[in-house]
């Protein structure tokens, strides 16, 4: 079964820092790009950042461009999103997510909450 699961997510203050990770199964994690995408209750989902198969430089948002830094270690299957001074509009579920086999396959979500 293709499976992603996030985790990490949890309440900070405004200025503070989370790293989000999710891990992959049923699928050969190294061969696929993977992608970071958030929803804040009554928003469409916003895309934050992607990272390709090889050796192409990482993607990001505007939004989150020079805070957020994506990585992934093939060896574990898992995908990373460091988070850095985190705005209170940055308060959102995080999904990771790749298309495996023409299908696009997310996890459940960690749910950001940014408040002072």
């Known amino acids: 079964e293709v499976q992603l699961v996030e985790s990490g997510g949890g309440l900070v203050q405004p200025g503070g820092s989370l790293r989000l990770s999710c891990t992959a199964s049923g699928f050969t994690f190294g061969n696929y790009d993977m992608t970071w995408v958030r929803q804040a209750p009554g928003k469409g989902a916003e895309w934050v950042s992607a990272?390709?198969?090889?050796?192409?430089?990482?993607a990001y948002a505007d939004s989150v461009q020079g805070r957020f830094t994506i990585s992934r270690d093939n060896a574990k299957n898992t995908l990373y999103l460091q988070m850095n001074s985190l705005k209170v509009e940055d308060a959102a579920v995080y999904y990771c997510?790749?298309?495996?086999?023409?299908?696009?396959?997310r996890g459940q979500g960690t749910q950001v909450s940014v408040s002072s």
């Open positions: 990272i390709g198969s090889g050796s192409r430089v990482p």
């Open positions: 997510g790749a298309k495996v086999g023409g299908a696009t396959i």
